[in-house]
């Protein structure tokens, strides 16, 4: 069975800081999502991660997979509010091809403060 | 695109009767998952249909839950008789899939689901 974990499950920052998220899977996997939500609204693809040493970034978040450790980090920089939310990353077991239900983690409440 | 259109968004409902909710997926995308999030078991998959097909109907918690899709514009996710333990929110996602590494589940705004 796929067992996704994230840590950690709560943290508060201050703007300006620097945080990294991390994200462990159990089993081999297609490919690695990270989404953020906002209280009360639906999921926002961020990244997809497909290959090993892949790393993306978009404004102050970099996401990176290493699927030989099977692990994925999300780095937040130079945090602001606006990054406030929950961030989950999801996982989509290995299929040979196709594609399948994700498996998520159990989300990163992320409180950014001034 | 409009993105993926589920309804109701809310509905709140007695224990004993049945709910059915409804999603349209974007257009041209091949497969539709269903999800439930709450706060105790996080976001679980309940099913999933590829070309209108059930894929994977593993997650369906019982036979309470039934999921449809007549056509690729279209799918109802029923819940017959309802129970408080069934309250959460119920997101429809879709996705085309062809191998690239953007290839991303689009989710819908969800309906929140109160059964009391």
């Known amino acids: 069975e796929l067992k996704v974990e994230q840590n950690p499950l709560f943290l508060s920052m201050q703007e300006g800081k620097n945080y990294t998220i991390y994200c462990n899977y159990s089993t081999t996997s297609d490919r690695l999502y990270w989404y953020r939500q906002d209280p009360g609204k639906s999921l926002e693809s961020l990244f997809v991660l497909l290959s090993n040493g892949a790393v993306k970034q978009e404004g102050r978040l970099m996401a990176s997979l290493d699927t030989k450790a099977r692990l994925s980090t999300l780095h937040i920089t130079a945090a602001v509010h606006d990054l406030s939310a929950t961030y989950f990353c999801a996982v989509l077991p290995y299929s040979g091809g196709g594609a399948d239900g994700l498996t998520f983690g159990k989300g990163t409440h992320l409180i950014i403060q001034p | 695109d409009a993105g993926v259109i589920q309804s109701p968004r809310h509905e709140v409902t007695e224990m004993g009767q049945e709910v059915t909710l409804r999603c349209k997926p974007i257009s041209g995308h091949d497969y539709l998952f269903w999800y439930r999030q709450t706060m105790m078991r996080g976001l679980e998959l309940l099913i999933y249909?590829?070309?209108?097909?059930?894929?994977?109907d593993s997650g369906m918690p019982e036979d309470r839950f039934s999921a449809k899709m007549p056509n690729a514009s279209f799918s109802t996710l029923k819940i017959q008789p309802s129970e408080p333990r069934d309250s959460a929110v119920y997101f429809c996602?879709?996705?085309?899939?062809?191998?690239?590494?953007?290839?991303?589940?689009?989710f819908g705004p969800g309906t929140r689901l109160t059964v009391l």
């Open positions: 996602a879709s996705t085309r899939f062809t191998g690239a590494s953007t290839d991303t589940q689009y």
């Open positions: 249909f590829n070309n209108n097909v059930p894929i994977d």
